[in-house]
């Protein structure tokens, strides 16, 4: 009998195929009391397993190769960093010696203990993390009991595998995309889960949040996943199975077809020339920006560098980093932006027990409360930009003595490399990000001081609607399209052209095709997204007349009614 379920649609794309059940997890685990003399035995045994995983991980990595995406390697770190803590490599050992517990019962016994930890973060990224502990432990019990992880095995009848599982690992995801696994759905998992941000940057269409696909569906059921609208089809019947498979090779066709477009100039019908730029988060991303050909680095956020770890980056370790983005970019810009940590993005050991972190200690405002830890960023930054077109950018901006002393934090940084004789790009511009909307209303103070300005849709609707970006609850609230944002938004472009000071778009919706052409009407010329959306964007650009849409877009910012800018964007984009 047919039927459908619907989970959380995280990673894009059709999958037909026949279902193959993944194997539960093991944290049933026997519990013995070891003889005091084997305890040092049972202590290298444990050691031996955390090394072996360790391996198996690096091994991963290596073998996913450097043109996967930077989501991976990140992935990974973050498992070999959970085996590598004393919480996880030391306590255990302590357990077996003090309690003589056996190897896995002591390995359980303080993951219980660290999983109750994670529960009681308020941050649902970091609660989420709980998942990667028990990712982690799991892999190190199948070492530790002798059960080696199985993929599926290949059909004899050549047909699609997918994998239904209770919950699957980031490891895992990686595994299936070396295997040729067609997709998968999982019982747990959440959007920000690192088994959906792999799944997604790897392509793999998959849906998470299923709660009992593991056990309503049966091995070798026909499954249909419909990843973009979070659509599981168990065993369908012959008319849906005919229309999906139409679907799906429409997409690939479309997805071809849209690769056509790499070397193509993104220049509309009456010839404006479009700045596609991409967005980065780390160095390995760079890849990715040079395959679509995008015009160079809209937006890198630098914070990626700093978070994780116990220490932040020194002078010289954040100059070779931000140095090779710059080289590899070969002239094309480089847009850095200083560090936007606060909110949900906190330094280990600097968490603050703040009442509203988005309206708090965030960004620049960290920055100018922290002078030695911005000045060492802003040197590195500098020093960079003597090997290729390195420009900064200032986060969340909304006074005009937030920039005054930000300049001159970057001509104190400037002089000091000056006396050190160390070279630099003395014309390097630098520029801020509009993200709130007192900064939109008051843009002349902004415009008079920097070189250009990109507006930070992701903040500015938050601020102007008032809707916390990271909150579930609220998240059917968050709507680019509410006439205030569009009216923001197109008054800071308007005022960009009139003072000939460029602006861009990095926010989301700049990768959104179904914003394009309302963008382009408004007169945006520059914009700058993940990468992987720079071709759909681009084929917006090129079936677009700026006049004819400048016309249309300026009667749309005239409603107010919700429903009839939603149809008057429809037919713009029709
Ligand atoms: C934004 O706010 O739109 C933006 C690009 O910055 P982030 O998403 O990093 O806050
Ligand atoms: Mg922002």
Redesign the pocket.
Known sequence: MSFALHGLAVSHGIAIGHAHLASHGTLEVSHYVIPARHVEQEIARFDGAIDSVYQELRALKESAGASAPSEVAAFVDVHAMFLNDPMLAQVPREIIRERRCNAEWALVQQMEQLVDQFDEFEDAYLRERRQDVVQVVERVLKVLTGQPRQLPPRRKDGANVIVVAHDLSPADAIQFKQHQIAGFVTDLGGATSHTAIVARSLNIPAIVGLHHVRHVVQDDDVLIIDGTRGVLIVDPDERVLEEYRLRKSELELERSKLKRLRTAKAATLDGELISLQANIELPTDIPQVKQVEADGVGLFRTEFLFLGRDETPDEDEQFEYYRSVAAALKGKPVTIRTL?VGADKSLRGLERNEPNPALGLR?IRYCLAEPQLFLTQLRAIIRASHFGRVRILV??LVHAHEVDQTLMMIRLAQEQLRAQNVPFDEAMEVGG?I?IPAAALSIGVFLKRLDFLSI?T???I?YTLAIDRTDEAVAHLYDPLHPAVLRLIAQTIEAGARAGVPISVC?EMAGDPAMTRLLLGMGLKQFSMHPMQIYEVKQEVLRSDVVELRAKVGRMLRLDDPDKLREHLERINA
Do not use: I
């Open positions: 936007d960004a986060p969340m990000m993200e930070g992701n903040d500015l938050q926010g």
